[in-house]
């Protein structure tokens, strides 16, 4: 075949179409500005900041998984709540296991219960996502209003199964020693836990990143979200690919839950329903099945949410509302939707 | 008459309420390019979607090298070596020219050499191998669309209009390119408004209305008869050159 009839045709895009598709990822730096100019104090805003980095990382890392299931599966999952409540409550019995090595003064032993109740937490919600999808997903497939009757009743039976094996009390949940506490950095006391949940958030961040776009099943994820069909036209389980994400979404709520329950130092079977309110919004000011506007809104939706709480706690209650609502003003479909609503 | 690769026979498809195939019975022969022609409605799409799996057959049977597939998943009747150029073409627009392809390779790493084959037979797959294919312009993205396709060796290549809306130097080059790919172990079953691009490129054809094959035979004999065109497709091979 000749070339000389096909002229190539491809042309960067225009300055201000690449400027808006970059301003979604300024609007955290915006954000701090603005915190920095309206709290004033530069210690008070360096410790809000962290701890609003800190929040919004946890989120992240909850709302991830959700946002890809959805993505990849069009499945609406409330269920979603109930993979944050049982992983952090299977990481506290293993911290209550460990009880040795979280009481002792050694940072390796703290740090590896904590690793520890991390790994089984992450398996045991894996597993239980790979029942869930089984049993509870896979009948409703294509079926929404289905789907978030049948997640909503799977969340409710787990809520009830915690009550039935851990009791129906709050816990108290204590972090090990090594991470009570604060680092003094000038006038600013930002808390050692809040550190190790930036940096376990930026890290899983820049993995599934990876993941996404340099390996072959990221890249079958992303061609699953766009196409579906096409994916099993190529010769690919679909299905199966489905039940993989799942499992690896759960066992991420199942991560969040155990760092969610070590963050507010209590866990109750209901943490993952309340959570799950900022998830949803998180998703939504994202673009439904993007990882990457999910990351973003998670950090704009935690530095408000303590930002607002300092400034004037009443409206804190509503601000990451507000955001959403601004957002989706701005742009119908969230940040970097990947999913467009029809 | 050449051993027979695909075989329908009494193929019914219902989608929702609609009864769309009523009972289709295709003959593909081993090699060549068979034309499936047709009004819009007549049953094409859904003929190819079915054959893949990708819709259900509620009755009939189908055969792939002597197999009954009718039942089996998408995935399974890929891998038995069939590929799938949708009307929609089906690209990955959020992924580049180059992992477009790296995922149609689904058995195995990309073959160099059949890879370079393809960059020579549709040369904006080798000038855009690292943009967006959300980037390419309609042309480009069905050149992709069929390059995929024929990434790995397939037995049977179903393609579904590749020159709906294109200019006609996209069509001429592509009818181009499924002449040379006639001269492969390949066949092509394919479903085609352009009976100009049709003719030009088909060896046997069969003509749909209404959920049914009503005509099967050699294309050339069709080509030849505008009385037997005008009865069966309301159209003469003149209108369309």
């Known amino acids: 075949m000749s070339d000389t009839t096909i002229k190539p045709r491809i042309e960067k895009a225009p300055v201000l179409e690449r400027i808006t598709t970059a301003l979604p990822i300024a609007l955290v730096p915006v954000l701090a500005v603005l915190g920095f100019v309206a709290i004033g104090d530069p210690a008070a805003w360096l410790t809000l900041t962290v701890a609003g980095l800190a929040m919004g990382l946890m989120i992240f890392i909850m709302a991830s998984g959700l946002t890809v299931v959805f993505g990849l599966m069009d499945v609406i999952n409330f269920g979603h709540g109930a993979f944050i409540s049982v992983g952090a409550f299977v990481g506290f019995s293993i911290l209550i296991w460990l009880g040795g090595w979280t009481a002792s003064s050694s940072v390796f032993l703290n740090l590896a219960a904590v690793f520890l109740a991390i790994l089984v937490s992450m398996v045991a919600t894996g597993l239980m996502g790979y029942a869930f999808e089984r049993v509870i997903v896979m009948p409703v497939y294509g079926q929404h209003l289905k789907q978030i009757l049948v997640t909503m009743g799977g969340l409710i039976v787990a809520q009830q199964l915690i009550h039935v094996f851990w009791g129906p009390d709050e816990i108290h949940v204590a972090r090990p020693e090594s991470l009570r506490g604060s680092i003094v950095i000038g006038e600013a006391a930002i808390e050692k836990y809040r550190l190790v949940a930036v940096g376990i958030g930026v890290a899983l961040f820049l993995a599934m990143r990876h993941v996404l776009k340099s390996t072959k099943i990221g890249l079958l994820v992303r061609a699953g979200v766009e196409n579906g069909e096409m994916v099993e036209a190529l010769g690919y389980r679909i299905r199966r690919l489905f039940l993989i994400v799942f499992m690896v979404g759960s066992a991420l709520a199942g991560l969040g839950g155990v760092m969610w329950g070590l963050y507010q130092e209590t866990i109750t079977a209901h943490m993952g329903s309340e959570i799950m309110v900022l998830v949803f919004i998180v998703v939504i000011i994202g673009g439904l099945g993007s990882v990457e506007g999910c990351f973003i809104g998670a950090l704009l939706v935690g530095l408000l949410s303590n930002y607002t709480a300092f400034l004037a706690p009443k409206v804190a209650l509503v601000s990451t509302i507000a955001l959403m609502v601004i957002i989706l003003m701005w742009r119908p479909q969230g940040l970097y939707p990947v999913v467009k609503a029809k | ?241």
């Not at chain 2, 499924?178 to 691009?197: A, G």
């Open chain 2, 1 to 241: 008459m050449k051993e027979p690769l695909l075989t329908l026979s009494g193929v019914h498809t219902h989608i929702g309420p609609y009864h769309i195939l009523q009972g289709v019975d295709l003959v593909v022969p081993k090699g060549g390019v068979s034309v499936l022609l047709g009004r819009n409605g007549a049953g094409k799409t859904t003929t190819l979607r079915t054959i893949m799996g990708l819709w259900q057959a509620s009755e009939g049977t189908i055969l792939f090298e002597g197999q009954d597939i009718t039942k089996l998943p998408t995935p399974e009747i890929s891998r038995a070596g069939i590929a799938f150029v949708p009307e929609d073409m089906g690209i990955f627009t959020d992924l580049t020219v180059a992992e477009n392809m790296t995922l149609a390779a689904a058995r195995g790493p990309l073959d160099p050499d059949r890879l370079e084959w393809i960059k020579t037979l549709f040369p904006p797959i080798r000038t855009f191998w690292e943009s967006s294919a959300g980037t390419l312009s309609g042309g480009q993205k069905q050149m992709l669309s069929v390059a995929r396709a024929i990434i790995e060796p397939r037995k049977l290549i179903l393609i579904d209009e590749p020159t709906k809306g294109l200019a006609p130097a996209i069509i001429k080059a592509m009818s181009d390119a499924l002449l040379e790919l006639k001269e492969t172990d390949t066949t092509i079953l394919l479903v085609e408004q352009n009976f100009s691009m049709a003719s030009a490129v088909g060896d046997t054809v069969s003509v749909m209305d209404d959920g049914h094959i009503v005509h099967a035979g050699e294309m050339a004999e069709l080509a030849g008869d505008a009385r037997m065109q005008e009865r069966l497709m309301g159209l003469s091979l003149e209108a369309h050159q």
